[in-house]
């Protein structure tokens, strides 16, 4: 089975702090995407990663950043954590050339 | 790009009832149209997907239908049973392959609830 990790389920943090957000995946997939999940909006795409080192910026990418210098880790990166962050982060994995996701449990952010 | 839209945004049935999720997109390029199912603590998890050279599948109790000339697909459960109960989210996306890299745009998501 794939299995999709994040670090933390539950993270509370305070404005202007620095937060990472870590997604590991064991399928050897090339694809990484994080998402963030609000009520009535869906899934929004914030950043994705087709290999190593390579990134692209989503539909939401303002305010984050992200890194992947391993093949199966994927992180996320909120460089002064603002009171509109708090939400759900997904983080998904798909093998080149595949278009199924594989998601993680999440990682529900809430920020004071 | 992309947008999708779906409804309805809750929806509640009898276990034994049918429900039906409609989702309309906005790319003619798009081909790819996955469902997803996210339990209560889970992540999303495919449930099925329809490719566009294909108008209906189906698999067991669920099924999806899709209408390219009118841009729009849609979820059907039938015989729904409690551990229905679930947010299902619609997706669009071209297939994975040259710079798409199987992008999903997500509709809003429906919060199906199946009384017993």
């Known amino acids: 089975d794939v299995k999709v990790t994040q670090s933390s389920r539950y993270l509370v943090k305070r404005t202007g702090e620095k937060v990472f957000l870590e997604c590991v995946q064991d399928?050897?997939?090339?694809?990484m995407f994080w998402y963030r999940q609000d009520p009535g909006l869906g899934l929004r795409l914030i950043y994705f990663?087709?290999?190593?080192?390579?990134?692209e910026k989503g539909d939401i990418p303002e305010g984050y950043s992200v890194s992947r210098e391993k093949k199966e880790r994927f992180s996320l990166i909120l460089e002064s954590a603002s009171t509109n962050q708090t939400s759900m982060y997904l983080c998904?994995?798909?093998?080149?050339?595949?278009?199924?996701?594989?998601f993680g449990p999440g990682t529900r952010l809430t920020v004071t | 790009g992309e947008n999708v839209e779906q409804h309805p945004s809750t929806l509640s049935v009898q276990e034994g009832d049918s429900a039906v999720i409609k989702c309309t997109y906005s790319?003619?390029?798009?081909?790819?149209f996955p469902w997803y199912k996210q339990e209560l603590g889970k992540g999303p998890q495919l449930i099925i997907d329809?490719?566009?050279?294909?108008g209906e599948k189906k698999d067991q109790r669920i099924a999806v239908t899709l209408n390219k000339t009118a841009k729009h697909f849609s979820l059907h459960i039938t015989e729904t049973q409690p551990e229905d109960s679930a947010v299902y989210f619609c997706?669009?996306?071209?297939?994975?392959?040259?710079?798409?890299?199987?992008?999903?745009?997500f509709g809003q998501g429906t919060i199906l609830t199946v009384h017993p």
């Open positions: 997706a669009a996306a071209r297939d994975a392959g040259g710079t798409s890299y199987g992008k999903l745009t």
């Open positions: 329809i490719r566009s050279n294909v």
């Open positions: 399928m050897d997939h090339e694809n």
């Open positions: 990663s087709y290999d190593v080192k390579m990134k």
């Open positions: 998904a994995s798909s093998p080149g050339g595949g278009s199924e996701q594989y």
């Open positions: 790319d003619s390029a798009s081909n790819y």
